[in-house]
């Protein structure tokens, strides 16, 4: 059993950043893939960032070149670091554990870009 808490999300005008963070229960980054997920209200679930055992990552589009995934396993912490917020990037975050059988969700963050 993974237990994911993230954190530090909140409100932030167009063109700031924030970083979130997800603590996870144990050692997990070398056996599963870890990521980050959104859901916009009235919008369906949205993978943002993830990071393979391998250690490649993978991002959305979307957020190319404005979003940083990492980890810090000395914390068994993973990040996401987002620069130039948009307003489309309102949503609730959630972190994710994964593997063959087995997902593990945080219980989300919510991130709103407003002025």
């Known amino acids: 059993q993974v237990q994911l808490v993230e954190s530090g999300g909140g409100l932030v005008q167009p063109g700031g950043s924030l970083r979130l963070s997800c603590a996870a229960s144990?050692?997990?980054?070398?056996?599963?893939?870890v990521g980050w997920y959104r859901q916009g209200t009235g919008k369906q679930l949205e993978r943002v960032a993830v990071?393979?055992?391998?250690?490649?990552?993978n991002y959305a589009d979307s957020v190319k070149g404005r979003f940083t995934i990492s980890t810090d396993n000395a914390k068994n912490t993973l990040y996401l670091e987002m620069n130039s917020l948009k307003p489309e990037d309102t949503a609730i975050y959630y972190c994710?554990?994964?593997?063959?059988?087995?997902?593990?969700w945080g219980q989300g963050t919510q991130v709103t870009v407003s002025s």
């Open positions: 994710n554990a994964a593997r063959v059988g087995e997902s593990y």
């Open positions: 144990g050692s997990i980054f070398s056996q599963y893939t």
């Open positions: 990071v393979f055992i391998s250690g490649g990552r």
